[in-house]
């Protein structure tokens, strides 16, 4: 079966490549037409297919662990009064 | 001055107070751990946030209620480390970003994109391994995956954030993930992963 017409456009009119539509698939930055259209496409692409999964792996790895800890509790004291003491 | 954009904000001191208060100060986490993986140390880290703060109270009448405050303290964050962090402690980049965009906009860019690890490895990286990996990563490619990836901003945010065009937020973005992905296969390696294509 072929696929359906592609909704990715570049603006130069250059042919949009797999990984520029694997990239806007990651972040989120494409129309329910785009991540339906991408969906049909990893069936028939074995690169994108196995991408998408290690690229989404690792999206949610950094968000998971790379959070860091929370801002020290006497920083916001510091700054309120290096703010009030510049208001004086 | 960089900040001073947009029709300017009349704003009384009880405003004010409201605008950082809860505009401004709920964002001191992000802040922090922004400053964090962009200096790789605490106490500068603090010192970052600290005067990021503070210049935002400064020229809080640049900024109007209501609109992405996150965006706006990451800029002057990141203006901040440039200016005059980074101007102290290293030198500027040596990353050859005219050639990070032409590789990415050229023909080659989609052979690369069959990875050479595997979901299975990833999910045993169970420790420091993804953060000392980013840590490992150029400062302004570091910088575009903890933008994106960590603090989920869209490509326009970030094209302002770091006054670059939207085309090379991507092709940075692009060539963060690569190098980040080649990291974490040499941690796979080293846990017993055997390269992973057949």
Same mark, same amino acid.
């Given at each position: 079966?072929?696929?359906?017409?592609? &909704?990715?456009?570049?603006?130069?009119?250059?042919?949009?490549?797999?990984?520029?539509?694997?990239?806007?698939?990651? *972040?989120?930055?494409?129309?329910?037409?785009?991540?339906?259209?991408?969906?049909?496409?990893? *069936?028939?692409?074995?690169?994108?297919?196995?991408?998408?999964?290690? *690229?989404?792996?690792?999206?949610?790895?950094?968000?998971?662990?790379?959070?860091?800890?929370?801002? &020290?509790?006497?920083?916001?004291?510091?700054?309120?009064?290096?703010?009030?003491?510049?208001?004086? | 001055?960089?900040?001073?954009?947009?029709?300017?904000?009349?704003?009384?001191?009880?405003?004010?107070?409201?605008?950082?208060?809860?505009?401004?100060?709920?964002?001191?986490?992000?802040?922090?751990?922004?400053? $964090?993986?962009?200096?790789?140390? /605490?106490?500068?880290?603090?010192?970052?946030?600290?005067?990021? $703060?503070?210049?935002?109270?400064?020229?809080?009448?640049?900024?109007?209620?209501?609109?992405?405050?996150?965006?706006?303290?990451?800029?002057?964050?990141?203006?901040?480390?440039?200016?005059?962090?980074?101007?102290?402690?290293?030198?500027?980049?040596?990353?050859?970003?005219?050639?990070?965009?032409?590789? $990415?906009?050229?023909?080659?860019?989609?052979?690369?994109?069959?990875?050479?690890?595997?979901?299975?490895?990833?999910?045993?990286?169970?420790?420091?391994?993804?953060?000392?990996?980013?840590?490992?990563?150029?400062?302004?490619?570091?910088?575009?995956?903890?933008?994106?990836?960590?603090?989920?901003?869209?490509?326009?945010?970030?094209?302002?954030?770091?006054?670059?065009?939207?085309?090379?937020? /991507?092709?940075?973005?692009?060539?963060?993930?690569?190098?980040?992905?080649?990291?974490?296969?040499?941690?796979?390696?080293?846990?017993?992963?055997?390269?992973?294509?057949?």
């Amino acid at each position: 079966m072929s696929e359906p017409i592609s &909704p990715f456009t570049s603006t130069s009119g250059k042919r949009v490549t797999c990984m520029e539509m694997l990239q806007l698939i990651l *972040d989120g930055q494409v129309t329910s037409e785009q991540r339906e259209y991408f969906k049909a496409h990893m *069936d028939n692409c074995m690169p994108c297919f196995k991408s998408y999964q290690v *690229d989404m792996a690792i999206k949610q790895l950094v968000k998971d662990r790379c959070c860091g800890e929370d801002a &020290p509790g006497e920083l916001i004291l510091q700054i309120r009064a290096q703010i009030n003491q510049k208001k004086a | 001055m960089e900040l001073e954009e947009g029709p300017r904000q009349s704003y009384n001191n009880r405003e004010k107070e409201e605008v950082f208060n809860n505009e401004f100060l709920p964002h001191i986490n992000s802040m922090y751990n922004f400053g $964090y993986r962009l200096t790789l140390d /605490r106490d500068d880290a603090k010192d970052l946030v600290q005067d990021t $703060y503070f210049k935002a109270f400064r020229f809080i009448e640049s900024f109007q209620k209501g609109t992405n405050a996150k965006a706006w303290l990451f800029r002057i964050l990141k203006n901040s480390f440039i200016n005059d962090y980074r101007k102290k402690t290293k030198e500027p980049t040596k990353v050859d970003y005219q050639e990070v965009e032409s590789y $990415y906009n050229s023909e080659d860019v989609d052979r690369q994109i069959t990875p050479d690890l595997r979901v299975d490895a990833l999910k045993d990286m169970i420790g420091d391994e993804i953060s000392n990996a980013l840590n490992a990563l150029d400062v302004d490619f570091r910088t575009v995956i903890i933008l994106c990836d960590l603090e989920g901003f869209k490509y326009e945010e970030m094209a302002k954030i770091l006054d670059i065009p939207i085309g090379t937020v /991507r092709s940075r973005l692009h060539r963060a993930r690569q190098l980040l992905k080649e990291k974490l296969s040499h941690y796979a390696k080293s846990m017993g992963y055997k390269n992973t294509e057949p």
